[in-house]
């Protein structure tokens, strides 16, 4: 049995002005626990209302699941604590084992004020940590979190009374045009062969919020609804509900494919559950009475991988233009490392879609489209640098969930990221 030279810690973390509790779970790193050089990351899952114990026990963590059907934890080879603490958070209230109970409906400059209180609760609660170099990591809607909680900590240093150490972010597959996010899902899929040659798409370009549109999309899913959005070379589970009531399956397919009828998108509860994903193995352990004990966790709660499907109380509206608004604002302060990098066999959030708003945000670039290689000499994938430290990044071969479908690459990324590295 290997000997392990860290710790874990879990619990919640409040914000008193609100009675709402944050469940957090806190990694310590294998490198030396009392070195201040040492980085502290935050990750934080998407959704909006998906749970960062995903990305604990499935992704980054030091025990996960490797396989969709395993039945217990291993050791994971490539988890981010090699080379740096890590801060999981159930974030906003309401989702996993966090509690919501006013009954918040949630918007994106909220979850960010939030998430800065309970970072705030974090360090009075392990102060040690306070001058660590500070990353915000995450996946998928955190590509909407991760700017916002940027700015408020920007702002909140500004003030002098403390100072967050934050030095950079990364974000995975992230969301941050919605507006443009319809339109390269399907170009993505044709690109792919997954749609016919001569499937029409040009309504959407025409206007994405349109009744054609909707159609053109509608006509999309069920040409694809047994292939696995998230990863396309992948297995897909599915539910026979999904063919039980054809008009029901669309509409939540609208929801998880975020299509949307203006520049507000509203997340209400839903019931059929992540298309063509199965994390059975992490909801039956996450809810043995045992498991909540060792987590310090309410035990009357249900975890569930995205609240918005199963809790009723979970609301959350988005803004799509103030995302975009603050992520212009955060980097041009040209202070953070920004690393923005996409799993190449994602038909969700594409490699393309990313790319499209990086062109909008009018980034001079530095470094032209290249190939880089990870172990072995083996292609990873390909990267372009721009102006204001930013950089993007594909992975070759990975789905929506990097960390998860390429374990070698994403610690990659991670490595050459903190530590300044080329790629």
């Known amino acids: 049995m290997k000997d392990f030279n860290f710790s874990i810690f879990s619990g919640y973390l409040s914000i008193t002005d609100s009675n709402q509790s944050f469940h957090y779970v806190f990694v310590q790193s294998q490198l030396n626990n009392k070195d201040n050089s040492v980085p502290l990351v935050l990750w934080l899952n ?7 114990m995903i990305g604990f026990l499935q992704e980054i963590g030091p025990f996960v699941f490797l396989n969709d059907d395993d039945e217990s934890l291993s050791y994971n080879e490539q988890s981010w604590n090699r080379v740096a603490h890590l801060l999981f958070l159930e974030s906003p209230s309401g989702v996993g084992f966090s509690h919501n109970p006013l009954n918040i409906t949630f918007n994106d400059s909220q979850t960010a004020d939030h998430n800065l209180k309970v970072l705030q609760e974090f360090y009075s609660n392990y102060p040690e940590y306070q001058k660590n170099p500070l990353w915000l990591a995450g996946e998928s809607y955190a590509g909407a979190y991760i700017p916002l909680l940027a700015q408020k900590i920007k702002k909140f240093n500004d003030l002098e009374v403390a100072v967050i150490n ?16 319809p339109i390269s899902q399907l170009v993505y899929q044709k690109q792919h062969q997954l749609l016919p040659p001569n499937f029409d798409i040009s309504a959407c370009e025409k206007n ?5 549109c909707k159609d053109v999309n509608s006509n999309a899913w069920r040409i694809t609804k047994r292939i696995n959005p998230y990863d396309i070379y992948g297995y897909c589970y599915y539910e026979e509900k999904e063919v039980e009531d054809e008009q029901e399956w669309l509409s939540e397919m609208k929801q998880f494919m975020l299509i949307h009828d203006d520049n507000i998108i509203q997340v209400t509860n839903h019931e059929l559950g992540v298309p063509c994903v199965q994390i059975d193995n992490i909801q039956n352990y996450l809810n043995d009475i045992q ?5 310090h966790v309410d035990e009357s ?18 803004d799509p233009p103030l995302v975009m608004k603050v992520l212009q604002e955060v980097i041009n302060y040209d202070l953070y490392t920004i690393l923005l990098y996409n799993g190449d066999a994602d038909s969700v959030v594409p490699w393309l879609d990313t790319l499209q708003t990086l062109q909008t945000l009018n980034l001079s670039i530095t470094e ?12 990873g994938g390909y990267t372009q640098g721009y102006s204001n430290k930013l950089r993007f990044v594909t992975v070759r ?11 070698i690459g994403a610690f990659y990324l991670l490595n050459q990221t903190l530590f300044g590295q080329a790629f």
């Not at 994405?208 to 054609?212: F, I, K, L, P, R």
């Not at 032209?368 to 292609?379: A, D, G, I, S, T």
């Not at 071969?397 to 990097?402: D, E, I, R, T």
């Open 46 to 52: 998407g959704g909006p209302g998906c749970s960062s």
């Open 166 to 181: 934050l030095q950079g972010m990364m974000i995975g597959n992230g969301i941050t045009n919605l507006t443009h996010l």
């Open 208 to 212: 994405v919020t349109s009744e054609d």
């Open 291 to 295: 498991i909540k004990t060792y987590l």
């Open 301 to 318: 709660i249900q975890w569930f991988m995205c609240s918005r499907y199963h809790n009723k109380q979970f609301k959350y509206v988005s």
């Open 368 to 379: 032209e489209w290249r190939p880089y290689y990870v172990k072995n000499n083996q292609l």
């Open 397 to 407: 071969g990975a789905g929506h969930m990097v960390p998860q479908n390429e374990r």
